[in-house]
């Protein structure tokens, strides 16, 4: 029973870290673009 609640504590761990990244990723890439627009 405790492997099987660690193994899904990881995995839901691993689920939120990997959303929180790729959200960091989207909005890093959306701000140059929006720099450079206001830019021009």
Known sequence: MHLIMIF???SIISL???SASRL???ETQHVPIKV???DR
């Open 16 to 18: 939120f870290a990997f």
């Open 36 to 38: 450079r627009k206001n």
């Open 8 to 10: 899904s504590l990881l």
């Open 24 to 26: 960091l990723e989207a």
